[in-house]
């Protein structure tokens, strides 16, 4: 699959109306890169003008700034702009919450001004718009909010509606919306090492999954994903349950 660098497209004389911003999993995550193969196969099925930083692009800094490395983030955050201002890049989408809300409302504080909008709320428009065909399916399905899509930035219904527009069978969690509980790996606590004997969120979170009946469970940010499947494994629940991707979950059911 091709999937254009900005880079070489200015090389040639060419721009791209939207930049992919991959984010660190999308790029060296190996669960997370299917879900960036998937977004980029529907980009290229909708012809959508688009392209990516590639190795240009680097982490945005929110790790780092939850983790108290402020001076890290700073300068992470300088070099991404000096990049993007480099390309004259206007409009930004994302796969990643986190990216997604760094880049939106972190990076003015530095210089950095860019139209930012989240995958689920671009293939929703692409649904709308009849670019994106999905076909109807009867699958039941549960939905993880993200905290940093959700309550961070109050985007529910745009997924929502990606996943009613494939079914009917959407069955939320006693936990949803701006009550959701968080998937255990905000705030860079992804990276912390838990104490003995106590209760991951992510375990906790997976069994409000297992209680709606869903044999599949949508989210849209890699690193619920990550701790979502953990949980299942968790449950022993893995050979019944799967864990996909709002783009993967479109590829299924075209």
Known sequence: ?????????????KTADILFWVGCSGNFDARAQKVTRAFCEI??????????????EKCTGDPARRAGNEFLFQMLALQNIETLNQYQVKKIVCTCPHCF??????????????????????????????????????????????C?????????????????????????????????????????????????????????????ALSTGARTVLANCPFCITMLQDGIKAKDKQDEVMILDLAEFILQNQ
């Open 1 to 13: 699959m091709q999937i254009p660098i900005l880079s070489e497209l200015v090389a040639q004389g």
């Open 43 to 56: 980009l290229n099925q909708c012809k959508i003008s688009y392209a990516i930083l590639g190795n240009e």
């Open 101 to 146: 809300n760094t880049l939106k409302n972190e990076y003015p504080d530095f210089g950095g001004h860019y139209e930012l909008i989240h995958y689920s709320e671009f293939l929703n428009h692409l649904i709308k718009e009849g670019k994106l065909k999905v076909s109807k399916s009867s699958e039941k399905v549960s939905y993880h909010d993200s």
């Open 148 to 208: 940093y899509l959700g309550r961070v930035n109050q985007v529910y219904e745009a997924p929502r509606e990606v996943i009613q527009s494939i079914t009917n069978e959407l069955v939320e969690m006693k936990r949803s919306k701006s009550n959701g509980l968080c998937c255990g790996a905000g705030g860079a606590q992804m990276f912390k090492e838990d104490e003995p004997g106590d209760k991951r969120i992510n375990v906790e979170r997976a069994e409000d």
